[in-house]
């Protein structure tokens, strides 16, 4: 793709990203705070973003997935049902696909990761499931025990930051 095209492009996709979000049933809300892009001059638009859901009426503590400019920041991800940690760790990294897609990213495009495990010794079972979702050149990664858990019994909680 030429560089004037890519540039043309990168001024239409957040229009093009809340077009789609709309479309599969999202919302997304832009911040009024700008910055220029230093290479292409275009501004740089915060959006905070809801997949599947509408944005809440009250001001939230947290936002589940924000976009500035191609930068993808998802919160925290956990899993809230009974299960074992693979379960957990499964649905987790199913529910970050699919929040990454929403915004025009997707798992090979993920830069850094922090997993928040309930207990260390589930390490190495979880590792078996994480194994290979992120394509053969994954990000960089920071796991950790929680000391005193995960909020809400997740065995598990997983944050991202990605391009798009």
């Not at 229009?15 to 979000?21: N, P």
């Not at 892009?37 to 936002?63: C, I, M, N, Q, Y």
């Not at 309930?118 to 994480?130: H, I, R, T």
């Amino acid at each position: 793709m030429a560089k004037s095209n890519r540039r043309g492009f990168l001024t239409k996709a957040p229009a093009a990203t809340a077009a789609a979000l709309a479309v599969a049933g999202g919302s997304t809300a832009r911040a009024a705070e700008h910055e220029k892009d230093k290479d292409t001059g275009h501004k740089a638009v915060k959006e905070t973003h809801w997949p599947g859901r509408d944005a809440p009426a009250e001001a939230p503590l947290f936002s589940p997935v924000v976009t500035f400019g191609d930068m993808v920041f998802l919160s925290g991800i956990g899993a809230h049902f009974e299960g074992d940690v693979k379960a957990h760790t499964a649905h987790v990294l199913d529910e970050m696909k699919k929040n990454l897609e929403a915004v025009g990213s997707s798992m090979e495009k993920v830069l850094k990761v922090n997993v928040y495990l309930n207990d260390l010794k589930d390490y190495k079972a979880m590792n078996e499931v994480f194994r290979g979702r992120f394509g053969k050149a994954p990000g960089v990664r920071t796991t950790i025990a929680a000391a005193g858990g995960i909020p809400g019994d997740s065995l598990v909680e997983i944050d991202c930051i990605a391009h798009r």
